[in-house]
């Protein structure tokens, strides 16, 4: 089993709320990713980072932001939580780009 | 634009039988494709990963075979056991993408009876 961590794991929170969704890998995987899930729908990539101060956007726009200052460390940040904020969100992290993904349990967010 | 199909979105077996699971994809040039399982709620566990130079892949009672050429990958369940039920998804890295981002289908529902 891959070692890649996400809390917290389930998030209840009001509107407008600024909320900080934290992802640790122990393997020193350069690269790292943040997916994001609605029910029953398909898996698509918010954000992803190649290594330590590169973080880019993926293909599904998001009002989310992320940082990576550590190599480990892959937090998502949304400023303003808002009800169609409510999703899952799933990190992952490879070796190199195109090598086998691992990911974490996700985060399931509910915005009120 | 790269999009992955798997069919069917659901099935249900009974204990024992052998099945495929079918990922199409749009795009022949891919760099690798790799098959997860997803259990309700929960995060995605690799199954096994294909690169785009093999044709097939094992895992224990799991198999995933993959034609670039048609655009196809399947993944082979042998011997089913209640505990195989759960969300089964593709996903491909197309060739020009340089950032490993995967591209999921939608995922077959999965249900063994016992």
């Known amino acids: 089993e891959a070692d890649i961590y996400q809390t917290p794991r389930y998030l209840v929170i009001g509107t407008g709320k600024k909320i900080t969704l934290e992802c640790s890998q122990t393997?020193?995987?350069?690269?790292m990713y943040w997916y994001q899930q609605d029910p029953g729908m398909e898996l698509h990539l918010i954000h992803y980072s190649y290594g330590v101060n590169s973080t880019e956007k993926g293909d599904l726009s998001s009002e989310s932001t992320v940082s990576r200052i550590r190599t480990e460390h892959f937090p998502l940040t949304l400023e303003s939580a808002r009800p169609s904020h409510t999703s899952q969100y799933l990190c992952?992290?490879?070796?190199?780009?195109?090598?086998?993904?691992?990911f974490g349990p996700g985060t399931r967010l509910t915005v009120l | 634009k790269q999009e992955v199909t798997q069919i069917p979105a659901a099935l249900s077996v009974p204990e024992g039988e052998n099945l495929v699971l079918n990922c199409s994809f749009t795009d022949s040039a891919i760099y690798n494709l790799q098959w997860f399982r997803q259990d309700p709620g929960k995060g995605l566990t690799s199954l096994l990963l294909i690169q785009s130079s093999q044709r097939e892949q094992t895992s224990g009672r799991l198999n995933a075979s993959l034609d670039k050429s048609s655009g196809r990958s399947t993944l082979y369940i042998a011997a089913s056991q209640p505990g195989d039920s759960a969300t089964y998804l593709c996903?491909?890295?197309?060739?020009?993408?340089?950032?490993?981002?995967?591209?999921f289908g939608q995922g077959t529902e999965l249900s063994v009876k016992p």
């Open positions: 393997m020193g995987h350069d690269k």
């Open positions: 992952a992290s490879s070796e190199y780009s195109g090598t086998e993904q691992f």
């Open positions: 996903a491909v890295i197309p060739m020009d993408n340089q950032g490993g981002k995967l591209i």
